[in-house]
């Protein structure tokens, strides 16, 4: 394994000042299910000297409801959030997404703030998060910076997140009441399988049955984690329909291929994708 | 290269090692402290047979590097036997049903079965299977073993 300094910092801003005071040298590390296995093969950029721990500060380890919002500290983990009655309550689809990453042991360790920043396009929580418009808060020495997280995935595996940068915490707003959601993941549980196809959705119909509010996003389905909106407006301000549904996993399928070519796996994928859009958005919509 | 000055709780006392900062709390446990019940077989947290307990919640060892053991209370396969060598009712019952072949994946396995067990003294099948579904074995006595962790449960209920 490759060699560097280990840093333990006290608390979040002496993390802060040393990732400032070494851009670029600094490895994160929380979870460590994503770094250990990039170290292990070497692969660590030559520019890190030092790997900083920052799973154990406690002020990155927190569930809370501000009112408005539900927050999310980097440091927690995909069992915290998956066990949480708060995110239960307010987010099912990201308990429940919490709850099928990996293993029991990677989600002891593995954090959703770290899953969710590799832009990786099989990374379970992302769909959810996208679809919850989850903010993302980072700190850079002692100023702090708000990007929603659908704009920061720049590309598969690649975020706009600065080599000094460090995220803090991960929110959402709560749902309004009448919201219904939903997450599902393709085929059986399977531990060590990565990249299975996930589908999240959240929705809101009036009384006259009109789709007021929908959002769609989907992982392992485009090169990196996105929402469908092509999808959403077949659907928006009209009451869904058997047919429509059909329509919007066409979208969904549309825009896979649009984005990723069409390659050797599209003849399976696209059946796959359009029947996986269908059974969520069943899910979440009444249809008449 | 420096070293770095480790503190934590293993399987109940407390334990000081001076290691390389590039080592995994997998190599300090095998190789610094030669508990050899840990076993490495993938290194890249697929398989499980490197479980350990932290703060009284499965890990895969290979995943951990050393300085984040730091301040921890940990767990081993040794730790799970009782005073005197007796054997604890999930290592009994393993035996009596059959559920170790090679062996290989039985530290992780009893392991994942005990945090189970401690926060859920009735698992069904379904459960068990859940909470071992990070713990491969080679031998594919996936049968036995949830047997043995039915056994055991229902051992200790009795006690
Ligand atoms: S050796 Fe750690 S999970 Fe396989
Ligand atoms: S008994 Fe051989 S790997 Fe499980």
Known sequence: MQNFKFIRPENLDQACRILSENRGKVKILAGGTDVMIE?????????IEMVMEISHLEELRFIEDDGKNIRIGAATTHAEVAESELIRKNAPLLAEAAATVG???????????????????????????????????????????????????????????????????????????????????????????????????????????????????????????????????????????????????????????????????????????ESLTVRVLEEVLTIY | METIELTFTLNQREVTVSVAPNRRLLDILREELHLTGTKEGCGIGECGACTVLLNGRTVNSCLILAGQAQGSEIITIEGVEKAGGKLHPLQESFLEKGAVQCGFCTPGMVLSALALLRKNSTPNVDEIREAISGNLCRCTGYKQIVEAIQAAAGKLQRK
């Open chain 1, 39 to 47: 170290m292990r093969d070497d692969k660590l950029p030559p520019s």
């Open chain 1, 103 to 273: 293993s029991p042991q990677i989600r002891n360790r593995g954090t959703v703030a770290g899953n969710s920043i590799t832009a990786s396009p099989a990374a379970d929580t992302i769909p959810p998060l996208l679809v919850l418009d989850a903010t993302v808060v980072l700190r850079r020495g002692t100023e702090k910076r708000e990007v929603p997280l659908r704009d920061i995935f720049t590309g598969p595996n690649q975020t706009n997140i600065g080599n000094d940068e460090l995220v803090t915490e991960i929110y959402f707003e709560k749902l309004p009441d009448d919201t219904r959601t939903a997450f599902i993941k393709l085929a059986r549980r399977n531990s060590a399988a990565k990249s299975r196809m996930n589908f999240a959705a959240r929705a809101r119909q009036n009384d006259a049955g009109e789709v007021i509010e929908l959002r769609i996003s989907a992982g392992s389905v485009t090169p990196s984690p996105a929402r469908f909106n092509a999808a959403e407006n077949i659907l928006l301000g009209k009451i869904p329909s058997e047919s429509l549904l059909k329509e919007a996993g066409e979208a969904v399928s549309g825009d896979m291929i649009r984005q990723s070519g069409y390659r050797w796996s599209t003849d399976y994928k696209k059946p796959v994708v």
